[in-house]
Nanobody, 114 residues
Framework: QVQLVESGGGLVQPGGSLRLSCVAS???????MGWYRQAPGKQRELVARITSGGSTNYADSVKGRFTISRDNAKNTVYLQMNSLKPEDTAVYYC?????????WGQGTQVTVSS
């Protein structure tokens, strides 16, 4: 059973930064990892994804502001979020893609407000 534990969320002012972390209970090196978010009343959406080889893709709304990275030695994936906007407010979830399915963390709340 895979466990993913997110941390790093919180309350930040517009224009501020946060770094989210997701620690997996097992090795992540062979798998793609992603960050998703879900705002109240909205569907969960992909924010950023990184393949096992390090290729990345981002939602248009976060390009140039967010950066996803991975440290396979620490079984950890990160999401650096800069220039945060109120519309970035959501619960952020970590996801691990495996051939037989996806695993999700419990989520961490990010609130961008003055």
């Amino acid at each position: 059973q895979v466990q993913l534990v997110e941390s790093g969320g919180g309350l930040v002012q517009p224009g501020g930064s946060l770094r989210l972390s997701c620690v997996a209970s097992g090795s992540i090196s062979a798998y793609a990892m992603g960050w998703y978010r879900q705002a109240p009343g909205k569907q969960r959406e992909l924010v950023a994804r990184i393949t096992s080889g390090g290729s990345t893709n981002y939602a248009d709304s976060v390009k140039g502001r967010f950066t996803i990275s991975r440290d396979n030695a620490k079984n950890t994936v990160y999401l650096q979020m800069n220039s945060l906007k109120p519309e970035d407010t959501a619960v952020y979830y970590c996801q691990q893609d495996k051939p037989w399915g996806a695993y999700w963390g419990q989520g961490t709340q990010v609130t961008v407000s003055s």
